[in-house]
Structures are given as structure tokens and as C-alpha cells.
């Protein structure tokens, strides 16, 4: 047996599939996953002491890769002076203010500590400042773990094969309505059939969990458009994609501004972290300023400042972007290339720092499409690229994710390994 495996085992005694989070199980594989004992730049290493080319980077938020001297000398000197107050500090403002520089559709944030939390609070927020209760949400996009968004979500859910979850009232559940991505169509039926009483259209802008899905022409403008005329609030979660994509994230890559926008990952550096933020008059209902209630004993946490200040500041250079990207075009470019030489047919879909392969011959811009790739094929793909040493995201309802560091080498080393891995296939 291996170390991993006799980890995984003893976990299983006291922590439920033995993992915090179930997309970390490999529930879909014979073997249990690697316990990753230390990361270091893009690399990972287990605990018997294989190396791993990391592509996942703990689910996106280590664009500067693991173990940046800047965010450790951050977390460090931080930690020194204490790591919680449950008062207002001054490293709360440093990286608001650097958030509302960075995020075109951004005057004020609030600070949380997820995600998940940053989803639920904004749409809260909405259904405050709107007077509305439904939610209309596109199906194979994740927005966290709060009930009334469990509804079709992707990621764990949907590799799972859990449309809703037990413990979430129907009642809580039909408050939001589920519809495919990219279909405006369904869109607008959405809001025939509940005129008026939609707070939000809430979306990843591009989704990232049901692999990278791409907006067709239009879709976006569209949802800002509809969504103006009806009085509703865009809710873009950009907890993937921000700080990712582009330094604004996708709103500004593709140049439209939601009303309200969600963040995580990258902005903590590594470190537990969330936040909200929108337009000045749509925050003020925040409770103080306004009635709608939110809080947390450890938001705005100094330690995750900290280690968000310093990633942002890794970020600010002009030329980070266009590097990312060209790494990135250049390593899905060379897969696609390989694949076709091959007869394997593949979508590889990306954006900057940003990707996932499916294997198919159709082009996939929903849910749906994702569902009728080959799934099969892709298990095997992945367990061989792992056993070579390159550690992907373990799903098609997944991405994965490049950092500032992976370097023409890595990327290379990774094609080489890649070539081999389709022969054997
Ligand atoms: N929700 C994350 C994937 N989209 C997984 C988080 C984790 O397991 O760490």
C-alpha cells in the first residue's frame, strides 16, 4: 500500500470520504489521491516523494505558484503582530482599495472569508436592493455551497451526479431558477414566466466548473442588457476568473460591467479569503450603511490581507497578463496540435492562466454538451498524466489553472509527457 493510501485510509476514520472537500477524493479512481506534503514554485511533492508539475494550484488562487517569498515574508511579518483582531486594521483598506483599482465594476467590497460566503452574501444583497426573491442561475455553473445555488451546480455536484442536494427545502430551491449557459432564449422565457420578480442573474461569466466554457458572441451584452430593462441586478462570479483571466477578470477582458461582482482565490494568496463588491448605491444597502445583514468574526482576516496584498502586488506589472496568456496559448495550442497529428479528437478550451480539455468532436458551450463527452477516455488520460507527473484537475466539471512561474520548460516537459500519455490512450 502506499503512503497516500494509508492516509487516505486513516482519514476516512475521522473525516468524512476522508477529504475536506469532495472533488479532492478521486472518487471516480481506483486509487486514492496524493497527500501532498509541500509545494514549492509549480511544483508539488507527495508524501512518498514524487514530484508533481502542479496545473492546479489548490483550485486557482496561486498564480505566483506555492510558496512565494513575497507572501510568506507577508504572512510571516504579519503573523508576528497577531492573526486576529475582530477589529477594523488598517491592511483591510490596502487591498480594498487595491481591489477597487483593479475591478472595472468595483467601487466598495466587503470582505469574507469564501467564496461560498461571497456568493450568498451578494445575493442577498441583491434581493435586498432589488425587493425581488428569484435567482435565475446558468446550469453547470458553481457558486459555492449555500443552499438556494445548489440547484444544477457544477464542479463536485456535478461529477457527483447531485442535480440538488438533500438538506436544501424545495421550497428554498425553487427560489432560484436554473437554465442552460449560453442559451439567451431560455433567458428570456425565465423572465416572461416570473416577470418581475427576478433580484438577480447570476452567472460565472465564464465557467470554470464544467471545465472552461466560453460565452458565445453577444451572451454576456445580452444578459447586461436584459437584466438592466427588468430592474434586475448581473451578478458576475468571478471567484475563478478574477485577478485570473485578466487583472479585472473577465469583466474586463470582455468589456461589461455587472452590477455586482464575487471574489476569492487569487485575492487570499492561499489563504482563506472572499469578498463582494459592486457599484457605490448597490453597497450602501450593506448593513452598516444599509439593512442587509452580513458579518463575519474573521473577515477582512490580517493574515489573508496580507498574503492578497502581496499577490496583487506580484500582478500589477503590465507585461503579467500577456505573458499568461502566451504561456497558455502556447501549451493548449501545442495540445491541440498533438491531438490532431494523433486522430484524437479534443475541444481544448482556454483563456488566460486558464483551460480544459474535453474529448469530443462537437463543439461545447453547455452543461449538456459537457455531459456527452468522453469521460471515459479522460479518466484514463488523467491517471496517466499523474503517474508522468503532471497534476491535473481530476474532472471534466474541473479546470486547470498555469502560474506566473510555469515557464517555457515546464510547459514543454508537460507537451512531452502529454505526446506519450495520448499514444498509450
Ligand atoms: N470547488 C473547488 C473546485 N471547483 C474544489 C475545492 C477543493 O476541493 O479544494
Known sequence: ????????????????????SPVRSYGDFDFA???????????????????????????GPLIVGHAHPKVLQAVRETAAKGTS?????????????????????????RMVNSGTESVMSAVRLARGYTGKDKIIKMTGCYHGHSDGLLVEAGSGPAELSIPGSPGVPASYAGETISVPYNDRQAVKEAFTEFNNDIAAVLLEPVPANMGVILPRDGYLQFLRDITKDRDSLLIFDEVITGFRVARGGVQELYDIQ????????IIGGGLPV????????????????GAVYQAGTLSGNPLAMAAGKATLNLLRKDEVYEELSSRTDYLTEQMKKIASVKDIPVQIHSLPGLFSLFFTEQKVYSRQEVKQVDRELFRKYFK???????????????SSFLSLYHEREQLDYTLEKYRKVLREI
Do not use: H
Not at 493510501?5 to 476514520?13: E, I, M, S, T, V
Not at 483582531?85 to 467590497?109: H, N, Q, S, T, Y
Open 1 to 20: 500500500m502506499t503512503k497516500s493510501a494509508d492516509l487516505f485510509q486513516k482519514a476516512k476514520k475521522y473525516i468524512p470520504g476522508g477529504v475536506n
Open 85 to 109: 483582531f475582530g477589529a477594523p486594521a488598517e491592511l483591510e483598506i490596502d487591498l480594498a482599495r487595491m481591489i477597487v483599482e483593479m475591478v472595472p465594476g468595483i467601487d466598495k467590497v
Open 274 to 289: 472572499g469578498a463582494f463588491g459592486g457599484n457605490s448605491s448597490v453597497m450602501s444597502e450593506i448593513a452598516p450603511e
Open 258 to 265: 455587472p452590477d455586482l461582482t464575487c471574489l476569492g482565490k
Open 33 to 59: 489521491p496524493p497527500f501532498i506534503k509541500k509545494g514549492e514554485g509549480v511544483w508539488i511533492y507527495d508524501v512518498e516523494g514524487n514530484k508533481y508539475l502542479d496545473y492546479v494550484l489548490s483550485w
Open 384 to 398: 496517466k498524466m499523474l503517474a508522468e507527473g503532471i497534476y491535473l484537475a481530476p474532472s471534466v466539471f474541473e
